[in-house]
């Protein structure tokens, strides 16, 4: 058979990136079960009448059909999900009568959509998203804890600065209301379209689908240049004069997640308000947020989400919930293949075992087995070859040390760092690698403090 | 909408038991890495030429359709994954250039069949598979390195007693070509009915399909009842008075094997050679093994693997392997079903957090930070209802622990332990939960003992 050729928009990813991969998701994993977030996996596979709602995804939509024995193929009525949160609402609805509430759950698993790949968009991707669902209700300050709870776990992680960009769409919808935009619902679309249109088409749309006067249509835009990371956000909206008893609501709860994200922002990621943020999606109904990566405004949002007041109904209860998703396919692939983020090695073993020959092999198991005994992953050579083609072996894979066994009684065991050249006695009984060694770790070859993402901006 | 109903084939794991399900695949992982095995994902979807080859598996391909804006849908070209060893084969060959070999790797993803749900078989489940595949070679004792560690591997998991039955193809079709069988082929897949079959069922086969005589036919069936846990093998498969080079090599390597897991088998684990396992895929050329759970035999095997000359090869180059797989959802759906696997817990937080009232929040979150910062999950109490029952929400998690923060200055805080009762004074900064109560943990209701074993087979 041919050698096969790479599937377009199906990113794979070689042992050492795959390394990387592993690493960010149980740094993640572990920053959200830290805050009592329980993981689940849905099945991939949703009904078609709950994945296919008429908006624009429909399309992108990959259908399950069984290949039957005579070549033809039976419609399933399956679809793969394209995110995590329709199968998740679904797992709640099914299952909520053996869930407690409120619920908090994080899910690391790939969607498909089969749309055009490009850079951060694939056909296969994985998300990672964490949600608190509450039954009847939820009081907002699951708002405050989600977003923390996010920032804390994205801060752990070697990337690029990260900027959360935070607003609430009762504040847009009171100062809309307020304004006596006759559609508030159409302008918040209109507004929305502000990073792909000039401010004056914006006007235009907002005049022809919302009904706004020119008047109207300016403050909307003035209200959506306001971007700010502190307590000024208050004294910036009122100034521009609208009152209204939602978007005093709206705005109390932006500031308390400004406020609530304060002692967890830090060098690399950073939490603001931006008011321009809208998301197009219909079921948010407050906090809404969009998460930027520096450097790579190319990649458009990497992660995003919010509240809304029913993330699932059964027509007896509803599901109010928020929650954010991050793009771990969207920011890692893009990292890996410039090369910003690399595996240490492409091996779990730290120690090579040498093998003087054939017969020594139990010999050499006995060593290695002494070491994963004690947690050291090790492995022993693949053929007894000269020893300078075995330190070559280990090597190649980013194996950072070589053991030899002791070849005659009396003789004690050495054991080498090839980096260094340094080979020493040791123990395998008692010998342990540095701490840094013991696992593959994450190589960030392009810092990420401001300079050199001034730097990787200045390259585009 | 309409509460969702359980979709047939697809099991979903509640929370508590997907804390089992991510203990056993984190021990798994543990011991593959500490052998050296690295971990690597693929796509789900694969051209459907590699998948489909003809065989029976053919009609059960999930093939994907993008559904279009107009409701049509459009062939992709591609299918789901039925394994982890095609696309792992195709893995091989796409990225040769950048694997070094003998290449080592551990895959554990789900997989999709479209056959008719049973107990054990899905249409969705997750295989556990470990290979090691090389260049053009792959010396023996690569046999031996995988058979042990997917016996360590399994070893250290809470499972009923398993068995691995191993047995080797050049042992069979030498011992056939020594009896002058005239299709050796043939009457393997001949032997390979006699679990399905009766043995005077399997002797007509034989006569008619491989072209045996009733002697030969016989003797077939003598070399297929045997069953040894030693080197008593090497004498029984001598006494049936058969020479063939090729007997005599297979007959070696399964006696190697079963020497070479000698000190990895005990309690939970056993190897034996069982003659009659052939395995009916063709590409098996050596080594081959099936493994069965005790008191589940119902589920026919849950693992199973082999030798193969050639897992993969691109015309000009032939990548031979080795490999084990496990049904991680074929044993453990099941046996979270019948109660024997639970998780000691519904959410990760091992310490509740109580709320006094609604203003000291930030205090209970600092106390939970504290526990954080120290490895410890904490969840603070969603609402501050009246302390007891803020117990029984911790209790109905599973949390094993609530803390009251002081509620006065020179008060000191209390953690108390809701299963025993204990009310202790205790410091965020410096308590520690018992190491078992620190994670969810896997309670084994039905113990796996002999004993136990027998009885789960009596109750069937």
Known sequence: MARPTPLSGYPEL???????????IASLSRTFELHGFANIETRVAEPLDRLAKGGEIDKEIYVLRRLQADDTADDTGLGLHFDL???????????????????????????????????????????????????DELPFHHD????????EALGALPLPRLSFQVNNRKLIQGFYRGLGIPDVTAAIRQIDKLDKLPEDAVVELLAEHAGASAEQAQRCLELATIRVADHSLVDRVQALGVTDDLLSRGLAELA??????RDVVGERVSVEANLRIARGLDYYTGTVVEIYMEGYERLKAVGGGGRYDALAEDGRTTYPGVGVSFGLSRTLVPLIS??????????????????????????????ADALRARGIAAEVAASPQKYGRQIRYAERRGIPFV??????????????????????????????????????????????????????????
Do not use: N
């Not at 070689?14 to 960010?24: G, I, N, S």
């Not at 968009?121 to 998203?129: E, I, L, M, S, V």
């Not at 405050?144 to 920032?151: F, L, Q, S």
């Open 14 to 24: 070689l042992p050492a990136a795959r390394a990387v991969e592993r690493e960010v």
């Open 85 to 135: 949160t329709v199968p998740f609402a679904r797992y709640v609805l099914e299952h909520a009568g053996h869930l407690e509430f409120p619920f908090r759950r994080y899910q690391i698993q790939p969607c498909w959509r089969g749309e055009r790949p490009q850079e951060g968009r694939y056909r296969q991707f994985t998300q990672a998203d964490i949600d608190v669902v509450g039954k």
């Open 144 to 151: 405050v804890e989600v977003m923390r709870v996010m920032v």
């Open 256 to 261: 308390s997640v400004l406020d609530g994200c």
């Open 338 to 367: 410039e090369g910003v983020l690399s595996g240490s090695r492409a091996v779990p073993s730290a120690v090579l075992v040498a093998l003087a020959d054939e017969q020594s092999r139990p010999a050499s198991e006995r060593v």
């Open 403 to 460: 053991w030899f066994p002791a070849s005659d009684p009396g003789v004690g065991d050495q054991v080498k760092d090839i980096r260094s050249g340094d080979q020493l006695d040791a123990d395998a009984a008692t010998w342990d690698p540095p701490a840094d060694d013991l696992r593959p770790g994450i190589v960030v070859t392009h810092a990420t403090d401001e300079t050199s993402s001034t730097d990787e901006r200045q390259r585009q």
